[in-house]
């Protein structure tokens, strides 16, 4: 009683094939979140608590997945595992989206995993312009779901959007 349901998230799955044939570009490549790639993230996305994802989510990452960037304009993160790859903090800088950094980026990213099989990200789904966008890479939704949160902890309250 009196749980409310926040953040609808659309968990999309993709093709990887359409890595093979696509643009190349230089990426940036790290083992970790180093601070060159934070530098680039706050970036692309002004008013994202770097700090606190760089002492906490990120710092679990490292060393398991592929931190890239094209220059200090897009970044993103991919962890392969188990013939699948996971996409995570794709993100462009708003002066240059709509200019196919995106679509380098993650094609770059993909042919860096040629035995995956499937690839998976997650969007908020009000995000109408990067459902868009993956779905011109032939990703679908898999599933949504929401985060429930308790009495007086929803954005009312002060509570934020969750880490990634």
Known sequence: RGWERQWPTVVLTGPTDYAAGGPEATLTIADHADPAWLR???????????????????????????FARLAEEAVAIAVPWQGLVGMFCVAVDPARRRTGLATQLITALMARYPEAELAYLQVEERNAAARSFYGGLRFSVAYRYCHLVGPGEGVGSGASRPPL
């Not at 692309?44 to 770097?50: A, F, L, N, Q, T």
């Open 40 to 66: 680039a993230w706050a970036r692309c996305e002004p008013g994202r608590d770097v700090e606190a994802h760089a002492t906490t989510v990120l710092r679990a990452l490292g060393g398991r997945g592929c």
